[in-house]
């Protein structure tokens, strides 16, 4: 995408005045997606997004500064400009950049450019019908389609030089459903790291009955009782609390700051010895997975939890140098706009030894939480307030009724003690994890898990 003899310039001029190691990520991004709203395309979109980052570090320090003109005049003068908000000495540098071709794990059939939009809205309008007609109660539904093309090239000044392609393809589908005085809403949003061929293995009518399924339920469903409880948290989306309450609290981001709880704990007991949890970016063509990371390094998989004992964070190499550790490919960003930083891929509880039916069955009063909703989290303590999207009651060991309107609230570092009962067959839900480098695509995972008690709100 740009010239190797610009790029070596160009990370020499970021170092003129002083800094210890300068970067360059240059992007080139094409996304088209599709909006079936109460039966009818909505919008249909195409667009291209190009530009280049530019990042110089001093220690601890760094700088970054981007621009949408990849020729020579704009990158040379983005770089020195950096240059300029880090000035500590001049220092004259020749930089000599290395290919390397990295192992491609995503195999891609049909790259979104070679398919029609014809044959995308086909889709879109298949799981609009299956929704719509799962029940009369289905007052809106609300159909998405997109896909994105990603080359990105990524060189800094310690030699490296490297070019990767990513492509994302996901549907989303919500729908709401009414008795004429009250709403309820189900979603399912299922993604994958390939191509128009996810259709091949992802069946739109299927997650379209599913999210109208989960509307429906929600409808008919009494309120949910309050107080301390055991609650039996069920495979894939559940493990957003994860996710959130605690895997960010795992990334060096936080770590390096201090704002973490888990900061210099590694090799101690965090967790019931239940509980051993990964983030893998290796896995092929999974939502959340990436050949390198945004800052070149082939990405890995980590073991953070093991059987309840820290062993690692998710570095990235700022922060890594504040911490003293090497990166290990956790680096993510969204977008040129936005420096890097240590962010999560595919994270997930691993699965355990106990059998889905015994877990219900230990428990006498409770609650089983199917499928989790959003929430809120403070990322320095952990502590967290999720609503749970679909929910029954546990009585006599057995999945009781519906209920709605139940949340978790707890704190991470202490529900992670209290997942006593962990099951086999692990699933994972795709989302989008915003934070300081904006958002990008992760997969949260986990098998069902019970909690021993934790705080339900409801009526």
């Known amino acids: 995408m740009v010239a190797r003899d610009i790029l070596e310039e160009v990370l020499s001029r970021a170092l003129s005045l002083g800094g210890d190691f300068s970067e360059i990520f240059v992007e080139d991004r094409v996304i088209n997606s599709i909006r079936m709203v109460n039966g009818k395309i909505d919008d249909v979109i195409s667009g291209r997004d190009h530009g280049a980052g530019i990042r110089i570090m001093k220690g601890y320090r760094s700088v970054y500064a981007y621009t949408n003109d990849t020729g020579r005049t704009a990158l040379l003068d983005t770089a020195y400009k950096a240059a300029c908000a880090l000035k500590e000495g001049e220092q004259d540098l020749n930089i000599t950049l290395t290919e390397r071709i990295p192992s491609n794990i995503h195999q ?49 000044s310690e030699g490296l030089l490297v070019e990767d392609r990513r492509v994302r393809t996901r549907l989303f589908i919500q729908s709401i459903a009414s008795d004429g005085n009250e709403n309820q809403t189900g979603f399912e949003g299922p993604g994958r790291y390939m191509g128009f061929e996810m259709f091949e293995i992802i069946d739109p009518e299927y997650y379209a009955k599913e999210a109208s399924r989960t509307a429906v339920t929600m409808l008919h469903a009494d309120l949910c009782p309050a107080g301390r409880m055991p609650v039996v948290i069920d495979n894939g989306f559940g493990g957003v609390i994860f996710h959130e309450a605690c895997g960010h609290a795992l990334e060096a981001t936080s770590v390096a700051k201090g704002h973490s709880v888990f900061a210099g704990k590694i090799g101690e007991k965090i967790a019931s010895e239940k509980v051993t949890a990964i983030d893998d970016g290796t896995i092929p063509n999974l939502w959340g997975s990436i050949n390198i990371d945004d800052e070149g390094i082939p ?70 939480a199917k499928k989790m909703g959003g929430g809120s989290v403070n990322p320095v303590t952990g502590e967290f307030n999720f609503a749970v999207a679909e929910g029954y009651l546990i009585r006599n060991g057995k999945v009781n ?8 609230i707890g704190k991470g570092s202490e529900i992670l003690f209290k997942i006593d009962m962990v099951g086999k067959d692990m699933q994972m839900g795709q989302g989008m994890c915003g934070s300081l480098s904006g958002s990008v695509p992760t997969n949260v995972g986990q098998p069902m898990i019970r909690v021993s008690e934790i705080t339900v709100g409801g009526r």
């Open 108 to 156: 891609i059939l049909y790259v979104p450019s070679s398919v029609d939009n014809q044959k995308k809205a086909t889709i879109v309008k298949t799981a609009y019908k299956a929704a719509k007609d799962y029940a009369p109660e289905i007052l809106q539904v609300t159909v998405g389609y997109g896909d994105v093309d990603q080359k990105i090239l990524i060189a800094n």
């Open 299 to 368: 990405t890995q998989r980590k073991v953070l939890i093991e059987n309840g004992i820290l062993k690692t964070y998710m570095i990235d190499k700022l922060n890594g140098r504040r911490m003293g550790m090497a990166p290990n490919g956790s680096s993510r960003r969204q977008s040129y706009k936005y420096a890097p930083t240590s962010r999560m891929t595919n994270t997930y509880i691993a699965p355990g030894s106990d059998e889905n039916d015994d877990i219900i069955a230990s428990i006498p009063e409770g609650l089983y």
């Open 401 to 408: 009724k519906p209920v709605r309107g139940a949340t978790l």
